[in-house]
Every structure is written in structure tokens, then in C-alpha cells.
């Protein structure tokens, strides 16, 4: 048997893992109790598949996770690194025995602000390196997702981001037997890390592999100076011309953000489409120039209206308010990322998909809306569903106290959720038809089955050389 075939086998941590971990990590840092190994294992979808870990272990430095790394390999135990678990791809989901290193007390920020790069702890929020970069005047050239109030720099260097993750300039990762592999300038002898390229780009393997190559304690960040920004909303009749709008603009290198919010089915399906734009430039006279460069492009079917919705976006950068709906019914989305010519003809394919299911959506008041998105030469598709269902218990748990109350005690509506996944496989594999990649791809947006075959072959022989024994996020990257 394999040591991580034995993992699988294991029911629970054996003793003496046990006290071998709260000597690493402090008994105060090794959790066992039952809900809260449930919470710690899930995401924002119940997976068939998911099962409650072992423990969760909180190591607070990266020579400790070495050591946790190192100790559960004496018992072929399995490590799941979890963030803020706020993705919905089962990557950070343990589907057999398993550990998860839960990073938030890697936390530390240490700003090099003169070299323009940071070092934080992969447990880090984005929002707390935001509140630690503002007096300097500075930001992370990386995009911040939205969830970022609680989201970590790990998750998002390990799920990925539609955009990519150039802002990511080194990492400290901990491989499955327990090295502390750092990579960049940070790699060195006595170097430090303010460059990502030298020699070959080490880094570029752990970025986006869901924690399935290793688990990252520290990240190497770019950071850049806030400059002067304008915002810029449009109104159009439909969503072709709202994408049209956001290609000319991706396509002149006018925007450094666009959102567009498109309405679904139900009230309210007749709305227009609204376009929102977020410009910057090098001074103020710059960023003027750009906005009347927007303008100028806007084309014939858009009308400009209030640009409140980006200038907000960008005044509260980071809210998970939208991982339930209004009213509290479960949210879930499908993304595809897509080349800018791909968009119209994948955009229209979807809407065609969506309107063929219009009747049975209806009838199990499932409700769906459009956002499309981008940060570059790239439009991320993004269909969001909305039904009235129990929350999970990891909804819970990030709820405000008066929203649990209001949203507690819904019936399970296993039908309409049976549906909502159903649908959005559909829409994932008419993406995938039309030239979409994704992030987060955890276990369930496919990889090894869409490479060709040398790059499957490469992918395997990575897996293998860092991870012999597959004890590292069993099951992720392998779709
Ligand atoms: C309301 C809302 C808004 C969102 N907005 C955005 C957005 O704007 N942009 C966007 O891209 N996404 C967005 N997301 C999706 C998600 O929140 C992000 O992908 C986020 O980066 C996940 O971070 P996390 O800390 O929760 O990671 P987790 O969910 O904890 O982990 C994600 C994956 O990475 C692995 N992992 C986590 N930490 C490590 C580590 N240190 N080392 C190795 N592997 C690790 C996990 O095992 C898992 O496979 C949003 C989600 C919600 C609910």
C-alpha cells in the first residue's frame, strides 16, 4: 500500500500524530472538534464527495509547517492548505482522511517600499495588506479579488486569478516531504526577494496549482504607487454592446478595470446592460485625458449615466456581501475566461443555452445574471445563479449576526440545486468550446484531461517529483 493509500485508510489522527503536531504547532493550534472539522472542510458547494478532516492545524511560521509537512508524512496523512476556504471549486475540500493546514496565522507584512516589493505570510488578507500599504502610498500590482476582506494572498496565488498573477514575484513553499523551496531573487544565499526573474521562473510552477505541488508560507509581492484614477459608467441596450464597448476599450489599453452587469431571466429581464469602467493615469491631466479617450470610444449605442457603481467598487474594494443574495437564496457562478474575439460568439452562445433551460429554471425559481469582467487583453463570462436553498454552514459561520438570523432555517431545495449544477456544467463545457481557460480550477474545472499530451507528461512528471506519494490536495488539478 502507498503511504497515501494508507492516508485514505486512516479514520482518525493517530495519537502519537497528535501530540507530535501540538508539538510543533501548540496545542492551542491543532483542532479536533467535530463542527468545526466540518466547517474547516468545506467550500461554498456541498461536494458529494467531501468528507470532515482529521484536524486542523494552524502553524505559525513556515519551519513549523515544514515540520507539521514532515510529521504527517511519518503517517502517510494527506495536507490540504485552506485560506479563508471562500473558493467553490472543492480544491481546498478533503475527499478522504486528511489535515488541514489552515495558514491565517501566517500573517505577517513586511514592506520594502523604496524596492517597491513586500513579503507577507500566506495567511495574509488582502485587505489587511492593503491597510498596511496605504500610508506608503502604495498598492499590490496584483489585482485583489473582491472577497479579499477575508480571502488570503496564498488562496489567491494558489487558486489563481482571471487576470493572472504577475504581482506575485517569489514564494517560500513547504513540498510534501517537508523542504522549504523559496523562489525568485529571494532564492539566493543572503538574497532578497525583489525580483521574480532569475534563472528559470520557479515560481510560475506553484502559481495557480491549487496547493497541489505544496503549500505557500510566504509571498513576494510587486507593489506599485496609487495613481490618479476616473470612473466612467455606460448604459447599453444589450449585452453585445456592452461587450463591444469593453473589447475597444481592453483592446486600446483604455481601462485598468471593467465590469458589466447584465440581467437574466425573471423581473427585471428587460433592463439594460450597464458597463463600468475604472481608469488611471500617471497625473491627474493623464487620467483626464484617458477619461475623455473612453468617452470619445463609447460608440453610438451607449449612453454614460452616474458612474457610482465603480467609483463604490473602488471607495470598498472588498465585501463578501454578494455570496448570498439579496435575500439571502445560495449564489453560485460559472466563469470562463476568453480571449477578447472568442467573447461575443461564446456570449451568445450562453445566453441561446440559458433561454433552451428558461422553462425549467422557472419552475424551480432559479434566477440568473450576468457579469462579465477585466483587468486586461481578456473577458472573464461570468453567469451567477441565485435560488432559494439552505445555506451551507460555511455561509453561515461568514454571515453578519443580523443577516444569520434573517437567512437561518431555509429548506433544503436539493432539486433546484440538482438543476443549478446541471446548468452550469452546460455553460462550462460551451466555454470550454470556445476557447476559455479558468482559474481556481481546483476539482472541478478540467486540467489534466485538456492538455495535450507532452504537456500532460510534464504536469505528471512535476506532480511526481514533488510529490511522490500524491500527498499533497489529493484529487486537485486532476479533472
Ligand atoms: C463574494 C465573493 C467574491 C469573490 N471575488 C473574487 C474576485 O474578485 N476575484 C477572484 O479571482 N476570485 C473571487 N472570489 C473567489 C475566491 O474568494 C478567491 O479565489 C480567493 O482568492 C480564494 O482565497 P481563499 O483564501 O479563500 O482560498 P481558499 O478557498 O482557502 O483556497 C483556495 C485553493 O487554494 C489552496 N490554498 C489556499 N491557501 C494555500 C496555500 N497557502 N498554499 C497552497 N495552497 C493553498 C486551497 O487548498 C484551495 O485549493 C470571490 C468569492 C466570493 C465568495
Known amino acids: 500500500m502507498t503511504p497515501a493509500a494508507r492516508g485514505n485508510a486512516v479514520a482518525a489522527l493517530p495519537g502519537d500524530c497528535l501530540a507530535e503536531l501540538a ?3 501548540g496545542h492551542e493550534n491543532v483542532i479536533l472538534e467535530t463542527r468545526a472539522l466540518a466547517l474547516a472542510s468545506s467550500d461554498l458547494i456541498d461536494w458529494p464527495w ?24 511519518l503517517y502517510g496523512i494527506p495536507l490540504i492548505a485552506r485560506g479563508a476556504g471562500l473558493s467553490y471549486s472543492g480544491g481546498g475540500v478533503p475527499g478522504g482522511a486528511a489535515i488541514i493546514v489552515d495558514t491565517t496565522n501566517l500573517a505577517t507584512i513586511d514592506i520594502h517600499a523604496d524596492d517597491r516589493h513586500a513579503q507577507v505570510g500566506a495567511g495574509t488578507s488582502w485587505e489587511a495588506l492593503a491597510q498596511a500599504l496605504a500610508p506608503h502610498g502604495l498598492k499590490p500590482a496584483q489585482p485583489m479579488p473582491i472577497s479579499g476582506v477575508h480571502t488570503t494572498v496564498g488562496g489567491a496565488a494558489s487558486q489563481g486569478m482571471p487576470g493572472g498573477l504577475d504581482g506575485i514575484i517569489g514564494l517560500a513553499v ?24 532569475w534563472g528559470p521562473d520557479l515560481t510560475g510552477v506553484f502559481l495557480g496549482d491549487c496547493g497541489a505541488y505544496g503549500i505557500k508560507t510566504e509571498i513576494s509581492l510587486r507593489l506599485v504607487p496609487v495613481r490618479p484614477l476616473r470612473f466612467a459608467s455606460f448604459s447599453c441596450p444589450d449585452g453585445a454592446t456592452g461587450l463591444g464597448l469593453m473589447t475597444r476599450l481592453l483592446q486600446a489599453g483604455l481601462a485598468v478595470r471593467v465590469v458589466a452587469n447584465g440581467p437574466g431571466n425573471g423581473p427585471g429581464a428587460d433592463a439594460p446592460w450597464t458597463v463600468h469602467v475604472t481608469m488611471e493615469g500617471a497625473t491627474e491631466d493623464a487620467a483626464d485625458c484617458v477619461l475623455a479617450a473612453v468617452r470619445a470610444d463609447r460608440g453610438q449605442q451607449a449612453t454614460e449615466i ?20 439579496l435575500e439571502g437564496e445560495r449564489w453560485l457562478p460559472v466563469h470562463g475566461v476568453l480571449p477578447l474575439s472568442q467573447a461575443p460568439s461564446c456570449l451568445a452562445a450562453l445566453q441561446r443555452l440559458l433561454a433552451d433551460h428558461a422553462a425549467e429554471l422557472d419552475t424551480h425559481g432559479i434566477r440568473y445574471t450576468w457579469t462579465l469582467s ?23 459561520y461568514y454571515l453578519s449576526d443580523r443577516h444569520r438570523e434573517r437567512f437561518s432555517g431555509r429548506h433544503d431545495a436539493a432539486e433546484a440545486r440538482a438543476l443549478v449544477r446541471r446548468v452550469r456544467d ?17 476539482r472541478y474545472f478540467p486540467y489534466r484531461s485538456a492538455l495535450e499530451d507532452g504537456a500532460g507528461q510534464l504536469a505528471a512528471r512535476i506532480k511526481r517529483a514533488l510529490d511522490p506519494d500524491g500527498r499533497m490536495h489529493p484529487g486537485t488539478l486532476q479533472a
Request: proline fraction near 6%; charge should be positive; hydrophobic fraction near 40%.
Open 374 to 396: 477585466s483587468t486586461g487583453p481578456y473577458i472573464t463570462i461570468e453567469p451567477m445563479f441565485y435560488w432559494n436553498d439552505a445555506l451551507t454552514p460555511l455561509h453561515l
Open 174 to 197: 513547504v513540498l510534501a516531504d517537508g523542504t522549504v523551496a523559496r523562489t525568485g531573487s529571494g532564492a539566493r544565499r543572503h538574497g532578497s526577494a525583489f525580483q521574480r526573474y
Open 426 to 442: 452546460d455553460l462550462r463545457l460551451a466555454m470550454d468550446a470556445h476557447d476559455a481557460v479558468h482559474a481556481q480550477l481546483g
Open 50 to 73: 467531501q468528507r470532515p478532516a482529521l484536524a486542523v492545524v494552524k502553524p505559525r511560521s513556515t519551519e513549523e509547517t515544514a515540520r507539521l509537512a514532515r510529521a504527517a508524512g
Open 306 to 325: 452616474d458612474a457610482d457603481v465603480p467609483r463604490r467598487l473602488h471607495a470598498r474594494p472588498f465585501s463578501i456581501r454578494g455570496f448570498v443574495g
Open 23 to 25: 508539538a510543533i504547532a
